[in-house]
């Protein structure tokens, strides 16, 4: 199966709350995560966040440790591609200002 967009441009507004940003599907092997972004395009000067990988039971496993994204730059998150969202799993994030940054992904369901 091609490359496809799972997460696009997803931003978070509540701060330091775990966000889902994806949800793999139940049945299938789970998404393997072929690229992620984590963008600061010109809001607060800096933004944390924290990414999860979830299984079906609501069991999180972090990611991405908390990483800092400073304005007018990029975090591409080299922890969590190549990693199986399993099936009916998601991908979460929290982010420490609102609508502070910019979330992308791309991924393959097996």
């Known amino acids: ?13 509540s701060v330091d709350t775990i966000t889902t940003l994806y949800s793999s599907p139940e049945k299938g092997s789970g998404t393997v995560i072929t690229a992620f972004t ?6 607060p000067a800096s933004v944390s966040y924290k990414a999860y990988i979830y299984d ?3 069991t999180p496993q972090a990611v991405i ?6 304005k007018d730059r990029f975090h591409s998150g080299p922890s969590i591609v190549n990693q199986t969202v399993p099936p009916g799993g998601t991908i979460r ?7 502070g940054l910019n979330f992308y992904a791309t991924g393959r369901e097996q």
């Open 1 to 13: 199966m091609a490359d496809t967009p799972i997460i696009i441009n997803e931003t978070i507004s």
């Open 38 to 43: 984590a963008s600061n395009d010109g809001g």
């Open 56 to 58: 079906l039971s609501g």
């Open 65 to 70: 440790s908390q990483t800092i994204v400073v």
């Open 93 to 99: 994030a929290e982010n420490s200002a609102a609508d």
